[in-house]
Structures are given as C-alpha cells and as structure tokens.
C-alpha cells in the first residue's frame, strides 16, 4: 500500500487519530479540493468576546495622515500586527432596538453572525436568522468530518428570560443553523477532545475508551505503532511536521489529564466521567483554543465558532486582579476604578488573541502556515459596554493570506458599513455563491496583497 492509498487517519484500539497537512499525503488529503488556495485548504474561525469594550483606548483614531497606529488596549497585538488589521467604521444595525426597547446584550450575540434583528421572545418562538457560518459550512459540506465546530468557554442556554424579556438562547448562542434553531455549542474540553479523537461507536472502542480513562495512557500510545509504520515513508519535513504535531497534541492531553487528577482527588471510584472544566479561565480559553487549532491542523472541519463567553457574563477574573463581574464594570458611568477593570479584562482578550494568532502562525502547512490559511474575525456586536452601542465595531481579522489577505494596518471603513458587508467578502473568499446576506449593502474590499 502506497502513502496515497493511505487514508489520512492513525488508528488504534478504539482511536482514530487524524493527521496534520503532509506533503506525502496531499494526493488524498481533502486539502488541496474545494478552495483552489493551493495544496491546503482555507478555514475560517469567528470569536467573540462579551459586553463590548472600553471604546475611548480600544478603537484607533483616524488621524490626518490616516493612519494612528494601535491605541492603548491594542498594544497586546503589536508583536503580531503584520497578521492582524483593525477593521474600523463597520455596524450592526440589526442589534440595535428597533423599536423593541431594552436587550442589547441578547441582540448583540444573536446578531452578530446572522446580521438579523431577533425576535423580542422569552418563550420557545425564538427567531433570528442563519449565521454566516453556517452557510459557510453548508457550501463545504461532507469534505470535512465535522462540517462546523461551535465552542465556548460557558455553556449554551435554552428559553426564559435572561436579557429584558429576550430569551436567554439568544445570549448563549451566535451560531444557527435556521431562524429557530441555534447550533448549541461545546464548551467541555474533554468532550471536545472525545468528539476529535475517540471513535467510542463499538463495544470495542467503548471498552477501550473505559481503558484510557483509567489508566491515563494517551490516545497516541494506541496508534504508535501504525504511526511507526507512517513515519519510515516520510521525508525529513513531514517527520518534523508529524512531530510537532504529536507534541502539540501530547501538551492538550497533559492539560485534560491534569484536571481528572484534581477531580480524581475528591472522588470516590468507581465514578462518572468527569466534566473538565479548568476553574481558570485562562486555562479552559486556552484549551479550546488549542482544540480548535488541531481540528483545522487535521482538516476535522473548517469553520468553526468559539464564543469566549457568553452575552452579558459577569465573570470575575480574579488571576487577573479583577474580582467584580464583568458585566456589572462594563457599565461603570465613568468611574476610575471600573474602567480600569474593563481596560484589565480587554487587554487580556487580546494577549490571548495574539497569543492564538502566534501559535497558528507557527504551524507549517502548505508554502506557509496554518495562519496562512485561516481566515479569523475577532470582535463584538456591542461598541462600548457602557454605552450599549453597536456603531464602530470593535472589529480585528487576521490571516487568509493564503487567499491574498494582506494585514498590518487599520482600515477605515466610509460611513456606517455593515458588518454583513465583510461577512459576504469573506463567504465568497470561502468560495460561497453568495451576494447578499443579512442587512448587508455590498461587499467589502479586504486588504490584499
């Protein structure tokens, strides 16, 4: 059997590991197919952050030269600015009330990848509309095993009210698949990692998976002899590749492995699987972050959604010195001390993007990187959190490059653009036959190379 015969899957007892882009692998790997981008594929990823932000030192200001450079809550992408653009002027008009009176924190989450007004609605008649993603993964359906992939770092939520008489649906989900339904999303990282890697289908593989759970071996310890087979028919780069790969995937399972040491400590045997949530925000974010990165790196899906918290969360970030809830400092009319703790949490949202935007930037894959071939929309749907406001986006994008994206600046947009306008660019850029979405006017030129 030769390499492309091969199918592009490590299986074991119960396991299917699937593989990272190889150059031995690409005539079979599903690469190289849909996007005409070269040998690997183009991903998108949207991410969203809660409560708008801290508006005055987050958003640039277009000076008489046009350009302003990154303002104070920005700084934390200076190291990755040539992969990042702020995307200034764009609006979501569908968010505001339109009549319906208070909720901007329920329309700003069901807005903001559908671009639709929802409907004001605690009970089960819930509407909004089909989120750009979605469509995106309709046009790419069945070349990937996961058509989309939705995540977050707090769960999804059902009916009753939460937000001024609007549903509480509408503030835990951005991703849906029809005006009634949104697409409930993981936010359990082993869960996640079950759905990559565990094919717990047969009495077998369930029985399996029972072993690994009680023994804590890794599910790569299941496939390293076929891996070991693999490797002799690579060349030098793929072995490299390979490596990284595995090591990268080596460091999320000691992350898992590590909570269900902690929950092992105050349970008693034999015991229900346990639910890893890391109680450190900054741990659960990264680790669905580094989740979503190894389901693009092994082409699971291409589109994929990662709520970073839901609409109107009042988290507390004690690791960062902020003990108050995030929704309540979000509307701090104008005290010191508030602001300071929403200028804290904005700050790190954006530590923890460029922290992303570097790791994927460091994936080989193609004649580039993993960046190079995932486009990222970073933002929200409400301008500033003290303000309620859904003018002037706080709006960043990164990567495509690829498909010609070029980044490294701020783009002012004319007048109140929509955001759907950059949703149809980038559907298209996807390969999607779309002209029109939402309230969208047009499309928008993307920077490009």
């Not at 969360?313 to 929403?342: E, Q, Y």
């Not at 922290?355 to 995932?374: A, K, Q, T, V």
């Amino acid at each position: 059997m030769t390499i492309c015969d091969r199918r592009t899957v490590l299986r074991g007892l119960g396991t299917a590991v699937a593989l990272p882009w190889l150059e031995a692998v690409q005539g079979v790997n599903r690469a190289s197919a849909a996007s005409g981008l070269g040998q690997a594929p183009l991903r998108t990823a949207f991410m969203f952050i809660p409560n708008g932000v801290h508006a005055p030192d987050w958003l640039p200001q277009q000076d008489v030269h046009g350009e302003a450079g990154l303002p104070p809550l920005l700084e934390p992408i200076a190291n990755q600015r040539d992969r990042i653009s702020v995307l200034v002027g764009l609006d979501h008009h569908n968010a505001k009330a339109l009549g319906d009176g208070p909720g901007d924190h329920a329309r700003s989450s069901a807005c903001f990848l559908t671009a639709a007004h929802p409907r004001k609605t605690s009970g089960e008649d819930i509407e909004a509309g089909v989120s750009v993603d979605q469509v995106m993964a309709k046009a790419l359906r069945g070349q990937t095993r996961f058509d989309s992939l939705e995540l977050g770092c707090e769960g999804s939520m059902g009916t009753g009210g939460c937000d001024s008489g609007y549903a509480c649906v509408y503030s835990g989900n951005i991703s849906w698949a029809a005006p009634d339904r949104p697409s409930p999303k993981e936010s359990n990282p082993r869960a996640l990692y079950d759905r990559l890697f565990a094919a717990a289908r047969t009495a077998e593989a369930k029985r399996a998976q029972s072993e690994r759970l009680k023994t804590r071996r890794s599910v790569l310890d299941f496939v390293r002899e076929d891996a070991r087979q693999f490797e002799k028919k690579l060349g030098s780069g793929d072995r490299d590749r390979l490596d990284e790969y595995f090591e990268g995937l080596r460091g999320v399972e000691r992350q898992i492995e590590y909570l269900d040491q902690a929950e092992l400590a105050t349970s008693n045997l034999p015991f229900a699987r346990p639910e890893a949530h890391p109680e450190n925000y900054r741990e659960h974010l990264r680790l669905m972050l580094d989740l979503m990165t190894v389901a693009f790196q092994t082409d699971q899906t291409r589109i994929a959604t990662m709520m970073w918290a839901n609409e109107g969360t009042n988290r507390s970030f004690p690791f960062l010195g902020v003990k108050a809830g995030h929704h309540h400092l979000s509307h701090h009319k104008g005290d010191a001390n508030m602001i300071d703790g929403i200028r804290t949490i904005n700050r790190f949202q954006n530590e923890e993007f460029s922290r992303f935007i570097e790791r994927l930037s460091n994936i080989p894959e193609g004649d580039g990187s993993l960046l190079d071939h995932s486009m990222i929309l970073f933002g929200s749907a409400i301008r500033d959190g003290n303000r309620h406001d859904h003018d002037d986006l706080p709006i960043l994008m990164a990567g495509g490059e690829a498909a010609g994206l070029k980044h490294g600046k701020n783009h002012y947009l004319k007048g109140k653009t929509p955001l759907a306008n950059l949703f149809v660019s980038m559907m298209q850029t996807m390969g999607s036959q779309v002209d029109a979405f939402g309230d969208s006017t047009g499309t928008i030129d993307l920077p490009r190379t």
